[in-house]
């Protein structure tokens, strides 16, 4: 399967990128609005895997590009560019492009983080409007700490929330959670439950701010 990772570049694109790489055999499409520096995070993450063992395969695009070879597309990058991200992929995407969003809406004052919600409801309910109506669209990955993902030497035990409308996307994007060593998709129904996964990503990080025992933190349903 082709995997794109709009915003690769970054925190949770990296994450993402690194465990796939090296616990599947996808081929990992790197986007960036800057194709330059997609293809050097490419060969970088090729390196560090290569200096593992892993033989993964990463190729870097402008994030149109990446989008139009993809399967898969993940939106890897903050809320305030969510909207305008789809928009500038939305004619490379087709129905059978399974869409996934791990975007949050924060705000930071001095006594943390608060979960930002949008208008039309959720950080999701911006990537549906803004997406081709026959695109489907999959919430996941939303409250997974970005530095423990991306430490391969760090072992876990984590659930990530999946919610959609489309069974078979959510069903694709499970099986891509589960295929990461440690993490387990857990279904939490449709778009409506959009905004109540979105907002335990700031809870978990004020927990993480608050108690040095609980850096990395994520969450796990018994």
């Known amino acids: 399967m082709r995997i794109a990772l ?6 949770i694109g990296r994450g ?7 616990d599947t055999e ?3 499409l790197i986007g960036s609005r800057d194709p330059e520096r997609a293809r050097e995070q490419a060969e970088a993450y090729t390196s560090e895997l290569a200096d ?14 990446a989008a139009d070879r993809a399967d898969v597309v993940i939106l890897a990058v903050p809320a305030y560019h969510l909207v305008d991200t789809v928009e500038a992929v939305a004619d490379r995407l087709d129905p059978e492009t399974v869409l996934v969003t791990p975007a949050v ?3 930071r004052d001095e006594d943390g983080f608060h979960y930002n919600r949008p208008g039309p409801g959720s950080v999701a309910a911006l990537a549906e409007s803004a997406k081709p109506d026959d695109v489907p669209l999959v919430g996941a990955f939303h409250n997974l700490p970005a530095g423990g993902l991306a430490d391969l030497d760090s072992e876990f035990e984590w659930d990530t929330l999946v919610f959609g409308e489309n069974e078979d996307a959510k069903a694709t994007v ?15 129904g449709g778009l ?6 979105e907002a335990v990503t700031p809870l978990l990080i004020n ?3 608050n108690n040095d025992e609980l850096h990395d933190l994520g969450v796990k349903f018994q």
Request: avoid cysteine.
């Open 6 to 11: 709009l915003g690769g570049t970054g925190d």
């Open 16 to 22: 993402l990128a690194l465990r796939w790489g090296r």
């Open 26 to 28: 996808h081929e990992l």
């Open 52 to 65: 593992r063992g892993a033989d993964a395969d990463f190729k870097g695009f402008e994030n149109a590009m």
């Open 105 to 107: 809406g924060m705000q």
């Open 174 to 188: 499970s099986q891509l959670a589960a295929e990461i060593e440690g993490l387990r998709p857990v279904d939490i």
């Open 192 to 197: 409506a439950n959009a905004a109540e996964v």
């Open 207 to 209: 927990v993480a701010m």
